[in-house]
């Protein structure tokens, strides 16, 4: 249970409006490249600065409609090059984009600038020196601010093998196995017990809504088998390459059904969607959580090649400079703007053995300078001490850990629980900060259907964290894996805090005049009252007279002498030139 302090801690943290992820460009200035490692790449992102506004592609090239100059013109369009470049948000309107560079305003967080995002796609026959020289080229324009080489995402999975010679994400196929009755699996998901060996989901799904319900989970990687027995039909079902075992187990630890046979989900009551990772990683990201609205949750099951130094490797054989996928700062920005729409973003730390604190990596993971609000997963020994996992990247970004080993789950790894064919293959093996990432995303998603079922109301992505980290297993000193999850803690946490009222506004078409009114919370002293996201007034009423020089937006909060409720609905006031 989380002490006084934590609590106090919690609710402080609760009094902000909405998440502000970090989004300061700690990246120096694009240099050019004199070599690029021998691996496949996908594509050629960059940005221009965030200064530029209203810059628009068409098929004539860079229209200026904001405040860049006719020499900005000049330079852009005059790259030989002009005509491979794309939209990396092509699917998404500059005035949708735009939006949420509007709404991050409004509310006072800061979005990066999605829209200043473009692309080349490396094709295949390019050679190496080809795509040397576009990136070079890209790097000669001033007024572009990030230029960044995209490999593949590569499987957050992993198997204990010698010299890590294996390959972790068995092919599709039969699978093998003698078609049966498939048993109760549940005993060996030791991983839904007691706190802190487990996350204690068993007591989560004795409370209303503790299963997830109301919650959508979408995971992104290469593929899953979807004809599996034990999975729901998704909600949703973008670029399935494979009937991968690596996205079945995913989806199965996160939300197998509960239905006496094989595994269960921890959050087995949320809807399940998957999405992989076309057309481009920052892409697929943006268009995934367009299927999801706050409170939701994303598990990006993939880590990257860091591609710093001359013969950086990360594949699935060789995993040493694998980091996670918000290196890449297209990624990361489109990570930032997801969370700030309240999405729960759940990212692998990776498996390369890494120090994220490291020199090498130049603050990018350091929280006081470049935050995108995604919770980042670490790997730790399934046992009731938080030991890290030898190969699970470490540092003191990390947010979260959960088991990186001995998981079991739908698909065959590890020894086999049954084998009934492919759609009815289990195994207790699955590893890797790819079986770490859904156990947390299970916490995540059971707290937050608990707490918009029992509670009425939906967490932030802040607030989440919050509290599982309050409530949750500490790592010891120096291990640097985050908090394991212990939803016991974190439910009876939730279960005596205050409720956020329900807050209404009554115009009285003059100026403005509004009446803002709330219903009463119980325990509740007094109400604060935010407008723009900023505290603005006290009252012991449920109800306040208001006379605006301007629109603006509002909240409320319920409070006691000690802490104060999560904020309540936002409601927009407009302010009216003339009286009616």
């Known amino acids: 249970m989380a002490t006084t302090i934590q609590k106090t801690f919690i609710i402080a943290a609760s009094l902000l409006l909405t998440l502000s992820a970090v989004t300061t460009d700690v990246a120096a200035k694009p240099t050019k490249k004199s070599f690029i490692n021998d691996i496949e790449y996908t594509g050629i992102n960059f940005k221009l600065d965030e200064q530029y506004t209203g810059v628009e592609l068409s098929k004539e090239g860079f229209n200026l409609l904001g405040t860049a100059s006719d020499e900005f013109a000049q330079q852009i369009n005059s790259n030989k090059y002009l005509k491979k470049i794309r939209r990396l ?30 692309r080349i796609d490396i094709t295949k026959g390019m050679t190496q020196q080809e795509i040397l020289d576009i990136y070079n080229s890209l790097v000669d324009i001033p007024y572009i601010s990030i230029v960044e080489l995209e490999s593949p995402p590569i499987s957050s999975g992993f198997e204990q093998c010698p010299a890590l010679n294996c390959e972790p994400d068995l092919p599709p196929g039969d699978g093998g196995g003698t078609p049966g009755n498939t ?40 593929g899953f088998n979807s004809n599996h027995e034990d999975l729901p039909t998704t909600f949703v079902r973008k670029y399935d390459y494979d009937d991968s075992d690596h996205g079945t187990a995913v989806l199965s630890v996160v939300g197998a059904k509960r239905d006496g046979k094989g595994v269960t989900g921890i959050a087995y009551g949320a809807q399940l969607g998957f999405h992989g990772w076309s057309p481009s990683i920052a892409q697929a990201i943006n268009n995934a959580a367009g299927y999801l609205s706050a409170g939701d949750v994303i598990i990006l099951e993939g880590q990257i090649n860091r591609n710093i130094n001359n013969g950086d490797s990360c594949t699935s054989q060789n995993q040493n400079e694998c980091v996670p996928l918000e290196w890449n700062q297209a990624t990361f920005d489109v990570i930032s703007a997801v969370t700030n729409r309240g999405i729960i973003v759940i990212e692998a730390a990776g498996n390369g053995n890494e120090n994220l604190d490291d020199p090498i990596y130049q603050n990018r993971f350091n929280r006081n300078t470049r935050d995108s609000g995604a919770f980042l997963i670490a790997a730790t020994n399934p046992s009731a001490s938080i030991a890290r996992s030898y190969f699970s990247n470490h540092g003191t970004r990390i947010d979260f850990n959960g088991w990186g080993n001995e998981v079991a789950a739908a698909g065959l790894y590890g020894n086999t629980l049954f084998n009934g064919g492919i759609n009815q293959r289990y195994g207790d093996g699955f590893a890797g900060t790819s079986s770490a990432s859904p156990i947390v995303a299970g916490a995540v998603a059971a707290l937050q259907g ?3 079922n029992a509670k009425g109301q939906t967490l932030s992505v802040q607030t989440i964290k919050n509290i599982l980290t309050a409530t949750g297993v500490q790592e010891p000193s120096g291990v640097q894996v985050g908090v394991r999850p212990n939803l016991k803690g974190a439910i009876q946490y939730l279960e005596s805090a205050l409720v956020a009222p329900k807050l209404t506004a009554e115009s009285y078409y003059c100026h403005g005049e509004y009446n803002l009114s709330w219903n009463s919370i119980s325990s509740a002293s007094s109400y604060k009252i935010f407008l723009d996201g900023s505290y603005f007034a006290s009252t012991t009423s449920t109800s306040k007279y208001l006379n605006l020089p301007r629109t603006q937006t509002a909240t409320v909060q319920a409070c006691t002498a000690s802490s104060c409720s999560e904020h309540s609905n936002s409601v927009s006031l407009r302010y009216a030139p003339v009286c009616y």
């Open 89 to 118: 948000h092509e699917d998404k309107s500059y005035k949708e984009l735009r939006k949420n560079s509007i709404l991050s305003k409004k509310t006072k967080t800061k979005s990066p600038k999605l829209e200043n995002w473009y």
């Open 450 to 452: 608990f707490s918009k």
């Open 183 to 222: 048993p109760d699996l549940q005993s060996y998901q030791t991983y839904l017990g007691q706190s802190p060996l487990g996350i204690d989901a068993l007591y989560a799904w004795t409370k209303t809504g503790g299963n997830g319900q109301g919650v959508k989970i979408i995971d992104m990687e290469n």
